[in-house]
């Protein structure tokens, strides 16, 4: 029985041995890339071109050749930094000179924006290559997939700039030369403003059921009448604005009106009803009445203010005084701040832009007051109706 104790403890003591060696090898060892960096020097895109003899497109493809060894480092080493005084990446450096000696090969765009963004994670640079590539060859449908899709995934333009993303998008549709090109980004419009449509109607909803559930007496109603009645107005434009019959406008209005300036007050007869959905929608949200004695009418914005028309589409009276209260919130801290410091009050226009405060331009029908040390925006109420939801008791 001993002896056997005696052997097993040999056989451990011999595997912790062979364990032992093996291992030491490793304690305090570094990771060695089996790829090395060929990217010590990346000249400038003059001195690249100078040095290519007058073979710039064969020097550029040779250099991006060499380059792929680089691409393959990064993958282990995750650091762009190569010698010289300039503090940009490697990548973002050798692509400008490749572009530069051959702005017409398109691969330069694609690889550089992969390289840039997908492996060093600078979006910002690889957006700069695609935009140079949409510039010199507009009418390539891959670098202009590569660009939508790139600030849709880093730069989330679908959600916090959607009018910018459709420009966008159209611009695409007009510079493709065959029709089968242009079916990607169609699709793509249609469902942005399917998607639009959605979000609109749903924060309409929402803000307008919620200011019926709240009692006109709670402190939160003023808000939330607030919300539902901008939220209403966006609806409004969003669907009033593909129903409007194309004719140049007429800068004449009612004598209710002329204080609106160039703009008038949007009529039933500049929209065509033809959807039987968009009725409805506008229908529900009492921006369109109907009688059946007169028919269809166009009732005033959510605010109780008219509708109006200008060269710039439809126009929410009540939409841009609401936006005007809100911009006047900050100039009022900034009053605020410079009446603590000066020890007074502003007597007129001048003396508040001597202390650097310069107000927006305010809507038609509005006068700007100080009243306790905050701004107030007075407005003419004399062509106002009744509002959408009834205002807090």
């Keep these: 029985m001993k002896r056997r104790a005696a052997f097993w403890s040999v056989v451990i003591l011999c595997g912790c041995c062979v364990l032992a060696w093996n291992v030491q090898r490793f304690v305090g060892a570094k990771a060695v890339y089996r790829s090395s960096s ?9 001195m690249a071109r100078a040095m290519s003899l007058g073979h710039r497109n064969t020097f550029a493809k040779l250099r991006w050749i060499q380059s792929f060894s680089y691409a393959q480092h990064q993958f282990e080493a995750r650091d762009d930094t190569i010698a010289g005084s300039d503090r940009r990446g490697g990548f973002v450096r050798l692509y400008e000179t490749l572009l530069h000696l051959d702005p017409y090969f398109e691969p330069y765009y694609t690889h550089g924006t992969l390289m840039t963004s997908g492996i060093v994670g600078d ?12 510039h010199i060859l507009p009418h390539n449908f891959s670098i202009w997939n590569n660009a939508a899709a790139h600030i849709v995934s880093f730069f989330d333009y679908e ?6 993303m459709q420009a966008l998008l159209e611009e695409w549709v007009a510079c493709m030369e065959y029709p089968e090109q242009t079916s990607l980004p169609l699709h793509w419009i249609s469902g942005l403003g399917t998607r639009k449509s959605s979000v609109e109607l749903q924060q309409a909803r929402y803000w307008v059921q919620k200011a019926h559930e709240t009692s006109r007496n709670h402190w939160q109603y003023s808000f939330i009448r607030s919300r539902a009645l901008i939220a209403l107005s966006k609806l409004g434009i969003h669907y009033l604005t593909p129903l409007l019959v194309e004719a140049p406008l007429v800068h004449t209005a009612p004598v209710d009106f002329q204080k609106l300036g160039l703009n008038r007050a ?6 065509q009803l033809t959807n039987k959905k968009t009725i409805g929608q506008l229908l529900q949200y009492g921006i369109l009445s109907h009688d059946p004695a007169i028919g269809y009418q166009l009732n005033p914005d959510p605010f109780g203010f008219p509708w109006l028309l200008s060269s710039e589409g439809i126009i929410s009276t009540g939409l841009e005084r609401a936006y005007f209260d809100d911009r ?12 603590e410091l000066k020890h007074k009050r502003p007597q007129n226009q001048a003396e508040l832009e001597e202390w650097g405060i310069v107000l927006p331009e305010p809507p038609v029908g509005c006068t700007i007051s100080i009243d306790d040390n905050h701004f107030r925006a007075v407005y003419d109420r004399s062509a106002s109706f009744e509002s959408f939801l009834p205002e807090a008791q």
């Design 38 to 46: 060929h990217l010590d020097f990346v000249p400038s895109p003059a």
């Design 123 to 134: 979006h910002q640079s690889a957006l700069y290559f695609l935009w140079s590539g949409i």
């Design 159 to 164: 959600n916090r700039h959607p009018h910018l």
């Design 266 to 271: 949007l009529q039933l007869s500049d929209i």
């Design 328 to 339: 006047l919130a900050s100039y009022s801290r900034q009053l605020r701040g410079a009446i």
